[in-house]
């Protein structure tokens, strides 16, 4: 008898569903085809052990089984439990005259019981697109897969649960989650404040201009001025993830099997801060069987790159293309899959090799040392940071301090009311959505400049020898700072400023 159960595939952050036709006739053999990798194929062992644990056996009869599409290679071990239903039911061992509605997947222990999957997300998604009932798969994903409405979402323990399900007729109980309510619940839930920071009010601003423009930021001081800090808390006053932005962000996370157990949709903009000892691929993703990289864990948040230097040069080129694409796309022989990275910049640095200052009497760093220790982070990905920022440490005065910072919700509050004036502005522009990715047209419209203004960027210019890449920066940067002041014009205030976060521009 022939039978199709049907499972799913990940490919990229999306699904692709995988018929499995199970055909059971008299003779002997086990037959499993359709470009399985070693862990499918080993599921016969696992579903033998788990049925006859349960009080089931695998017929002895010939058993040919075909994932199709046939020429798309099937990894992992989460089909065990499709495979398995598809075997009891062809060899009518048991009556699932339904079986075909649903998506069925689970990794099989020996006892029977169900290992959570990984992309349960995409997996239901695609389901409910395809137009199947529902989801069966393990009770520890359910919270998860549940976030899809219209898509019955059933979790199972254990694979006899699933067998008297379709041949008793036992109900499962499907999981059903009230999203949006979860959702703004903890979409304000950030473990860290910039309350908590005391003193470097001028970094803070810079933050907050940031945040308010999306733009990648350098913040450049010796060890223990607060860096790490500071970085921490930059999610917090960034706008707060839209659902369709929740969306993508989990879906990313789902795949990479980094959601978090009970959760269903993230509501907190990821960060990410990976070890600078960290390889290009862990970065932007890739592998025999390619994953989301850090870059796209940190997709709608911020990557944080503490000692930018230690790392390796050629890890940090592979930055610069999705800096500007806002993606990354992974190219094999037989494939290839794109995977969203926007996401801010921010990265640290000490400003010298010894880690202090130039003027102060600790360091030791010599010219030729300054050169060698810059010279590990090209001009390129620099001329992509817009705001290289000093972070002096705090003296004794304002640690002791009793008086407490800012608010993050205070801060985030006038960064909102800046994008939502960047939202009016772009809102014919599909590539655009803030200031830090406007091109020269966008420029040239936006951020004229008066004769006071010009005159103080061509002294800049000539003085400080800056670049025409720095030049498109200090403009992005002060339309920024004019959105924050609510001024519709661009003036020589929000110029000056501007030009004061071109930090290693000057020292050049």
């Known amino acids: 008898m022939l039978v199709k159960t049907f499972g799913s595939t990940l490919y990229g952050i999306d699904a692709i569903t995988i018929t499995v036709e199970v055909n059971v006739e008299k003779g002997v053999g086990y037959f499993l085809v359709g470009l399985p990798d070693s862990a499918v194929r080993e599921s016969a062992h696992r579903i033998n052990a788990a049925l006859q644990n349960c009080g089931y056996r695998i017929p002895r009869s010939k058993i040919t089984i075909n994932m199709a599409p046939a020429d798309l290679r099937k990894e992992g071990s989460a089909y065990d439990l499709t495979i398995a239903m598809g075997i009891l039911a062809a060899a009518e061992v048991i009556q699932a005259d339904n079986i075909a509605d649903y998506v069925i997947m689970g990794e099989l222990s020996l006892d029977g019981s169900l290992q959570p999957l990984k992309g349960v997300l995409p997996i239901a998604i695609q389901a409910r697109k395809e137009g199947f009932k529902g989801l069966i798969l393990p009770k ?9 409405n219209d ?11 699933v067998i008297e399900f379709f041949d008793q007729g036992i109900a499962i109980t499907p999981t059903v989650v009230d999203t949006r309510r979860e959702f ?11 309350a908590d920071v005391k003193g470097q009010e001028s970094v803070k601003r810079a933050m907050e201009i940031a945040a308010a423009g999306g733009h990648n930021i350098l913040l450049i001081g010796p060890p223990g001025s607060g860096k790490t800090m500071l970085a921490k808390r930059l999610p917090s006053i960034l706008p707060p993830l839209t659902l369709q932005e929740a969306l993508e962000t989990t879906k990313i996370h789902s795949v990479a099997g980094k959601i978090r157990k009970n959760t269903s949709l993230m509501s907190v903009r990821p960060f990410t801060s990976p070890h600078h000892t960290t390889s290009d691929v862990a970065l932007v993703g890739g592998g025999s069987y390619p994953q989301p990289g850090e870059i796209s864990l940190a997709h709608n948040g911020v990557l944080f790159l503490d000692e930018l230097p230690e790392f390796q040069r050629s890890v940090l080129e592979v930055l610069r293309q999705p800096l500007e694409d806002r993606e990354v796309t992974i190219s094999r022989a037989k494939f290839t899959v794109t995977y969203p990275s926007s996401f801010m910049l921010v990265a640290s640095m000490n400003p010298t090799p ?3 200052f130039l003027d102060d009497p600790q360091c030791t760093s010599s010219e ?4 060698r220790y810059m010279n590990k982070i090209s ?4 001329d992509r940071i817009d705001l290289h920022i000093e ?15 800012e608010k993050s919700e205070e801060i985030r509050n006038r960064v909102i009311e800046a994008r ?6 772009y809102k014919d522009l599909n590539h655009i959505h803030y200031n830090a990715q406007m091109g020269p047209a966008e420029l040239d419209a936006f951020c004229h400049l008066d004769d006071q203004s010009t005159e103080i960027m061509k002294n800049a210019m000539d003085r400080m020898s800056f670049s025409a890449r720095a030049y498109d920066r200090i403009l992005r940067v002060a339309r920024t700072i004019a959105d924050l002041d609510k001024s519709e014009r661009l003036n020589s205030q929000h110029l000056s400023e501007a030009i004061q976060y071109r930090t290693l521009d000057r020292e050049k």
């Open 420 to 425: 939502n004036v960047q939202v009016e502005r």
């Open 391 to 405: 972070v002096t440490p705090v003296n004794f005065d304002s640690m002791s301090a009793e008086r407490t910072g």
């Open 368 to 371: 030729l040392e300054m050169q």
């Open 151 to 161: 898509l019955d979402v059933l979790g199972v323990e254990n694979i006899k649960e």
């Open 379 to 382: 001009g390129p990905l620099l």
């Open 184 to 194: 703004f619940e903890n979409v304000k839930a950030f473990p860290h404040d910039f």
């Open 140 to 148: 520890q994903n359910v919270q998860e897969a549940a976030v899809v």
């Open 354 to 356: 010894s880690g202090f």
